[in-house]
């Protein structure tokens, strides 16, 4: 590490700055004549509201005492009860509050510090109380100027102390708009290079601020007559690329308002600030060039003010003499003014003299040299005395600049002054002679510990008096060896510099102060730390407004020092606010705003150092609104628009959408009119007739849209008949006996004159009929009476108060729409087990527009019915196949067409029955179950049982009735039930009779008079003591067990038992 140092060692900022070594100071507990330590400025202003303090401090031992002068007489402050001396000050206070005036105190003031070695003088202070005169009151009359014509607006402020800041506004407190034509002068009068019609819109009035009492007077106003050839003040003409002579105005080759003629001189003093003005008239308004005779003008302190009509030279030097010229041109021709410029100097030090500390015996030189144009001269002066008139001193030689003293004593002890001075200043200064005899002395703290950083440059202190001066060695470690030159240099005030700190000058420097008197020493211990560095930089970053940034700052630093990493925005303290969120190496800003653009910069600092980075964040944002809108070149139908386009906040400007507004149809309703590229400014717009058009201006870029501009003025176009007519006619019933003829209304661009109408014309469509026609100023009409989905021809054709628009579109409509008749020739058909398929033909009579087809359908078997399903087909779709769920159920179908008005009448069909061979597999099928086989030998058993019983019962010769109404279970309707009384039949072999009353009411005979296959289910039979039997059959054929074969003839187990009985 003890080669080169890195490029960014030297970007550490040392914070042990030490001192570079001036004039040796003596120590306050040693004897000494007096320094002035503050003083006030030589041109002291007061402002007259508060009391007045003249300030003089110093420092001596013993302690000063003070007096004053007041224009060059002593000032007795014992006399004046107003004034009064601060304690252990030389400071005045002059008081008002009991009354008095300030400017009874105005004059020049002289402090003086005294003890028995001396007098040390302040500067000679001019005091000045603030003055702020009122304005004197006068009348002023119109100004009547011929437009074109060069005016002056003179200001002529009352005179003030200081002079007070001049500024033109309106009687109503509204600024002077300025620009290159119409500007105020640094003398404080406005000037016109020529007038314009638009300058009499305003009153023109001069304010003037006074510093010291903030106050602002203002002069009555101007107003101005303007006489023109053009009386309008049309804004057409405004930006009109002639606007001169198209209002009219004669064009001039330029002339000088301020300064007049051809030349002029000017003189400024040493360090101050050169300023030239050049005002000039003419038609068009002339630019303004600078130029220096000879050579360029100082690119580093000048600067161009007021339009280009001034330049300012900064901190003036004997250099910027010559002369300078100003260049007025327009297309007319150009004039040019030389201002001669002289540089003059007040004094200023080239050598000022400084204390002078002797032992007795010793020689030594006060030295005081001054430079100025004209030459300063040079007066010496001890303890406030002219040298001349002093005790003279045989120790003591004056040549010129310089005193000399020679074997010095004790008795030369005094404080010199030397005053340079000429006509534009003077110079002031002390300087004490010290006559003392001590030993060597330390003035800072024992064993200090210095910590610095590597690679720096550094400066160990060691203060130190004595008298004679002492000596100063540096040495290292206790070495010998005494440290000056290679690395080291040693001031004159003992302070030891290491240009280039490496690792191995840590230690212990110790320095010794000799003289004649002894020594003293004192040590200081240097520590060596490692540099603070940001290894990883915050980046420069171009963000959209509303996303999230993050600006890293990784930093490397001694491990014994604290860091510290602090952010700046814009070389100020960032504020974190609750948008931000700052870690150890990292800054994040959530919802990047347009405030937030700016520079970053990460402070990364301990103790001794610190590193900077810093990076710049570029936000994108939507751009400013654009401004001035202006409108020229009026015609009939086109206007030109121009604008000043806003800031593009770092995203460029692509496009411009213009808008308009217009306030006869939707007033306060924007519409877009066009969209130009970001590149222009200015468009020429094509109009409609018979609109109040406003226009407004809004920018677009990558980010988003700008707020829209401020409305131009408005601007009518003349009226004119339609040249089109409204678009979007239908017409469509509302009702089935109407029809309603609607239309898009025309907008107010395209109405082009008053009292916009529309004519509506109506007929049968190939009827030949006569039109039908009626005026309408909304946007629809209701034709009645209309039959049902008729075609008409319909004309709509716009109308205002200058004429009709051109012939219109003829355009087909309907009336209104009904209910559909029922669908055609509705077919069913079975081609197998698995499917049915359907087809239809459209109905007769539609009735409107078909949009489609409805079919409901439901499965059913005998009284079971399933779930209805409903299918909708679209109105070209006339066959639709149906997947059956299973191969007996038979399907009930519902076919209906709909229109827009709904579902019109339904034709309804049924599936066919499924055929026998099916049937009978599926008998086959169910014969094969076990719980039918179950329950056909349960069935056997019983009939069984009844065989028996009947076969005894016939053997007994017994009787026993039987209902004759099978199937019908007994009711409160049947008288023989309600007495409890039954027939019975003498005959033994009579069959059993019964009848079965169908569900329609009509009677079916049975098949079998007797068969008790029809009394399989009835219910148990009963006997009575003597054996016979009393019972009832009842059949019931259970649909759900059979599976609906109800017809079914098919030999079952029971009737085949039946038959062998």
């Not at 005193?403 to 002890?413: E, K, L, V």
């Not at 001694?558 to 100020?572: F, G, I, N, Q, R």
């Not at 306030?663 to 924007?670: A, E, R, S």
């Not at 989905?789 to 051109?806: L, M, S, T, W």
Request: include cysteine; proline fraction near 8%.
């Amino acid at each position: 590490m003890a080669g080169q140092p890195p490029p960014w060692a030297y970007t550490a900022v040392l914070l042990c700055a030490l001192s570079l070594g001036g004039a040796i100071e003596i120590p306050m507990d040693l004897s000494q004549p007096p320094t002035i330590t503050k003083q006030s400025v030589k041109d002291h202003i007061v402002d007259p509201r508060d009391n007045i303090l003249i300030e003089c401090e110093a420092k001596g031992n013993p302690a000063p005492s003070f007096h004053w002068t007041r224009n060059s007489k002593f000032f007795n402050i014992a006399k004046d009860p107003r004034v009064s001396m601060r304690r252990r000050s030389g400071t005045l206070v002059i008081d008002f509050r009991s009354g008095g005036r300030p400017e009874e105190y105005e004059g020049e003031y002289q402090c003086f510090a005294r003890n028995k070695f001396g007098t040390a003088l302040s500067n000679r202070i001019r005091l000045q109380v603030s003055k702020s005169p009122l304005w004197p009151k006068e009348n002023l009359d119109p100004v009547v100027v011929q437009e074109g014509a060069p005016l002056t607006l003179q200001c002529n402020p009352p005179p003030g102390l200081p002079s007070p800041v001049i500024f033109w506004m309106s009687s109503s407190m509204e600024p002077i708009t300025q620009d290159k034509r119409v500007s105020q002068g640094h003398n404080g009068d406005l000037y016109f290079s020529n007038v314009m019609l638009q300058d009499m819109q305003t009153d023109y009035s001069c304010n003037a601020r006074f510093h010291f009492t903030h106050t602002i007077q203002q002069k009555n106003p101007f107003t101005l007559k303007v006489l023109t050839n053009h009386p309008y003040n049309d804004s057409s003409l405004r930006n009109h690329p002639d606007m001169y002579s198209a209002r009219g105005v004669a064009e001039r080759t330029p002339s000088f308002m301020y300064p007049q003629g051809t030349a002029s001189s000017q003189m400024v003093l040493r360090g101050m600030d050169l300023l030239l003005e050049c005002i000039a008239s003419g038609v068009p308004t002339p630019d303004i060039a600078w130029y220096k005779k000879g050579g360029d003008l100082p690119s580093d302190k000048a600067k161009f003010e007021n339009f280009n009509k001034a330049l300012r030279i900064t901190n003036v030097s004997e250099e910027d003499s010559g002369e300078y010229f100003c260049l007025a041109s327009n297309k007319m021709g150009s004039i040019r003014h030389t201002i001669s410029v002289r540089v003059k100097a007040a004094p200023y030090w080239l050598d000022e003299p400084k204390n002078l500390i002797l032992a007795p015996g010793e020689d030594g030189r006060l030295v005081c040299r001054a430079n100025g144009n004209p030459k300063p001269t040079v007066q010496w002066m001890v303890n406030g005395e002219p040298l001349q008139s002093a005790p003279p001193n045989p120790n003591r030689e004056v040549a010129g600049d310089t005193i000399i003293f020679r074997d010095t004593q004790i008795s030369s002890r005094a404080v010199y002054q030397c005053n340079t001075s000429n006509e534009h200043g003077y110079l002031l200064a002390n300087a004490f002679v010290s006559v003392l005899d001590v030993p060597p002395r330390m003035l800072s703290p024992r064993n200090q510990l210095i910590r610095v950083i590597l690679y720096n440059r550094t400066r160990l202190d060691c203060p130190f008096f004595g008298s004679p001066i002492p000596t100063l060695r540096w040495f290292k470690n206790g070495q010998g060896s005494n440290l000056d030159g290679g690395n080291y240099h040693v001031y004159e005030n003992g302070s030891l510099e290491i240009k280039m700190i490496r690792k191995e000058d840590q230690g212990i420097y110790t320095c010794v102060a000799t003289n004649i008197l002894g020594k003293a020493e004192n040590q200081v211990r240097l520590e060596v730390k490692d540099p603070t560095r940001i290894y990883r930089m915050p980046e420069d970053q171009v963000a959209k407004r509303g996303t999230t940034v993050q600006l890293e700052c990784r930093v490397k630093h001694d491990p014994s020092l604290k860091l510290a990493v602090s952010w700046l925005k814009d070389d100020e303290p960032l504020y974190i606010s609750n948008r931000m969120k700052k870690e150890e190496d990292s800054l994040t800003i959530f919802g990047v705003a347009e405030r937030d653009q700016g520079s970053y910069t990460c402070v990364a600092s301990t103790e001794l150092d610190q590193d900077l980075a810093k990076a710049y964040l570029t936000v994108l944002g939507r751009p400013d609104r654009p401004r001035d809108l202006e409108l020229t070149d009026l015609a009939e139908r086109s206007v030109r628009l121009t604008w000043i386009p806003g800031d593009d906040n770092n995203s460029p400007i692509t496009d411009y959408v213009v808008q308009f507004e217009e306030d006869q149809f939707q007033p306060g309703v924007w519409h877009d009119h066009s969209k130009f590229p970001g590149s222009v400014n200015s468009a020429v717009l094509r109009l409609s007739p018979y609109v109040n058009y406003q226009f407004r201006v809004i920018a677009i870029n990558e980010v988003g849209s700008s707020h829209p501009s401020l409305p131009s003025e408005r601007y009518r176009t003349s009226g004119a008949p339609p040249e089109s007519n409204p678009s979007d006619v239908k017409g469509e019933g509302t009702r089935k006996n109407n029809m309603e003829i609607t239309w898009t209304p025309m907008n107010a661009t395209s109405a082009f004159g008053p009292n916009l109408r529309y004519i509506v014309k109506w007929r049968r469509r190939e009827t030949r009929e006569t039109w039908n026609n009626v005026t309408v100023w909304g946007s629809r009409y209701v034709v009645g009476q209309t039959p049902v989905y008729v075609p008409y021809e319909i004309r709509v054709q716009a109308e205002n108060d200058f004429g009709k628009g051109p012939e219109p579109d003829t355009v087909i409509g309907y009336s209104g729409e009904d209910l559909p008749s029922a669908p055609r020739r509705f077919r069913v058909r079975q081609p197998n087990l698995e499917t049915i398929n359907l087809e239809w033909d459209h109905p007769e009579h539609p009735n409107g527009i078909l949009i489609g087809y409805t079919l409901k359908y439901v499965a059913f078997n005998g009284t079971k019915v399933g779930k209805q399903i409903v299918e909708n087909f679209s109105p070209n779709q006339t066959k639709f196949t149906v997947q059956r769920a299973d191969p007996v159920s038979r399907y009930r179908f519902s076919l209906s067409a709909r229109t827009q008005v709904g579902s019109g009448e339904a034709v309804t069909e049924e599936s066919p029955a499924p055929p026998n061979e099916a049937y009978t597999n599926n008998q086959a099928d169910i014969a094969t179950q076990g719980w039918f086989i179950g329950l056909m030998c349960a069935i056997a058993l019983l009939v069984l049982i009844l065989l028996i019983v009947c076969f005894i019962k016939r053997s007994r010769g017994g009787k026993y009735p039987v209902r004759e109404k099978k199937d019908v279970p007994l009711g409160p309707e049947d008288p023989k039930e309600e007495d409890g009384s039954f027939d019975y039949s003498d005959e033994d072999n009579k069959p059993l009779q019964g009848s079965q009353t169908s569900l329609d009411g009509t009677i079916k005979q049975q098949e079998s008079d007797d068969s008790l296959v029809d009394y399989g289910e009835g219910g148990e039979g009963q006997f009575n003591e003597d054996g016979s039997f009393i019972g009832q059959y009842t059949v019931k054929k259970d649909k759900e067990e059979t599976e609906g074969n109800e017809s079914s003839e098919a030999t079952s187990p029971v009737n085949a038992i039946y038959s062998l009985a």
